[in-house]
């Protein structure tokens, strides 16, 4: 018997696992695939609060994460976790939350905000908090779930991280996917990110430099569910970040990559509810685009909610 079996095995699965095992609670992840398969792996994954909801809680997730994020970035090779600068393209602080009051060294410049951010290697992280899971005891197993009834005949809490797979597993009509595109290249000597995004186009512009090479997007197809990559879109992807940096047009292309943000009508859901044949479940799920980016904030509030 485990004392809790967090459903889903991306960021905000294993993240909310590591808490509650250094807690000394019994914790066993159940994960459909791999962490190196999950929608988290193909994340891009600067740390920015992105298409997520509700506004009222994002700001306070998103700095308890990047605090933490600060801390990790001491040690880069182990955790994934670089902090780097770059420019969010057509940004002015005065549009923002109140949660930019807790950003430091925060620039305005012509082309936009200049900031120095955490930028993640999302399989090097993943990797690492799957380390520190089993270093706490933790357990990751791959498995289906049919339903958290299944999970409740063997752990008397069970925590919701399913990401789009809670559409159909609380089910939860409101979950829909948004679909992200990139494309990966060599990078030409690009040592900063860029970020523009269109308020009125499913396309975004941005390109960040990871080890593997220049990660390079994007989309957010709102409802679109096609898992392999358009060469159409990619074309334009690239076309446009070359637009901001040239030398990216003669960058030789070395992968394509396609996730599905877990988006949520109604935000982000942390609560906690009986379930029908006993047991507790907790809810941490409909993150959208920025589960790497409220991953710990998130984490620590659904685990308060675990007794």
Do not use: K
Request: proline letters at 7%; a negative charge.
């Amino acid at each position: 018997m485990a004392d809790v079996i967090v459903v889903g095995g991306g960021v905000s699965g294993l993240t909310t696992a590591l808490l509650l095992a250094e807690r000394g609670l019994r914790v066993r992840v159940w994960s459909r695939e791999a962490s190196s398969d999950t929608t988290s792996a193909v994340a891009g994954a600067l740390w920015w609060p992105y298409r997520i909801e509700p506004e009222e809680s994002i700001g306070r997730w998103s700095l308890d994460t990047l605090r933490v994020y600060e801390e990790l970035s001491s040690s880069p090779g182990e955790t994934g976790v670089r902090m780097v600068a770059g420019v969010h393209g057509g940004e002015r602080l005065s549009a923002l939350g109140a949660w930019a009051r807790g950003l430091t060294g925060v620039a305005e410049v012509p082309q936009g905000l200049r900031v120095t951010l955490p930028l993640i290697d999302m399989p090097v992280h993943l990797r690492w908090l799957e380390e520190r899971l089993a270093s706490a005891g933790g357990v990751v197993e791959r498995r289906t779930v049919g339903g958290f009834a299944e999970a409740a005949a063997e752990a008397p809490v069970v925590v919701n991280c399913a990401g789009l797979g809670a559409r159909e597993l609380v089910p939860d009509p409101g979950v829909h996917p948004v679909r992200g595109q990139l494309v990966v290249v060599e990078n030409p000597g690009i040592d900063e990110w860029f970020t523009r995004a269109d308020p009125v186009s499913s396309a975004t512009t941005y390109f960040f430099p990871q080890p593997g090479g220049l990660v390079l997007g994007g989309t957010a197809e709102t409802g679109d569910e096609r898992a392999e990559p358009d060469p159409v879109t990619a074309g334009e992807i690239v076309a446009r970040c070359a637009r901001v940096r040239p030398e990216i047009a003669g960058a030789r292309v070395i992968g394509h990559r396609v996730g599905l943000r877990p988006a949520r009508d109604a935000g982000v859901r942390i609560e906690a509810e009986e379930l029908p044949g006993g047991g507790l479940l907790v809810h941490n799920y409909g993150h959208g685009g920025a589960g790497v980016t409220v991953a710990r904030g998130c984490a620590h509030a659904a685990a308060r909610l675990v007794p």
